[in-house]
């Protein structure tokens, strides 16, 4: 959910679907970012999610995700698996850096 959500709000393209490197497969994953307004769509957890940063709501957790933008990168606060994390946008591919878990995680990123 995060490295969708900051795709959009970073690039301002619409997401549709992530391709998780860690787990070697395809996430059906979507979410579209307008201005400060974000929705989504969470297939493999049946989960909506969205909000207006620094705020997202995952409607699955009933729990609330924290991130913050700046240029090509993001960062933020998770408050279900209680860990900060960091991210950076590229063209295609979004990184994820788990402060708790010590570790990056990448996914290549499909637009609409």
């Known amino acids: 959910m995060a490295a969708a959500a900051a795709y959009a709000f970073i690039t301002g393209k619409t997401v549709a679907g992530l391709y998780d490197h860690a787990a070697g497969q395809h996430r059906r994953i979507a ?3 307008r201005g400060e ?3 989504g769509f969470d297939g493999d957890r049946s989960a909506k999610f969205g ?3 620094p705020e997202i709501y995952d409607a699955k957790d009933k729990a609330y995700v924290s991130l913050i933008v700046d240029g090509m990168r993001a960062s933020g606060y998770d408050r279900v ?3 900060h994390y960091s991210v950076q ?3 295609r591919q979004v990184q994820i850096y788990d402060h708790s878990a010590g570790a990056w995680f990448a996914f290549d990123v499909q637009v609409r």
């Open 89 to 91: 946008v590229s063209e």
């Open 81 to 83: 698996s209680d860990g």
């Open 31 to 33: 979410a579209e970012a």
């Open 37 to 39: 307004h974000l929705q």
């Open 51 to 53: 909000g207006t940063l």
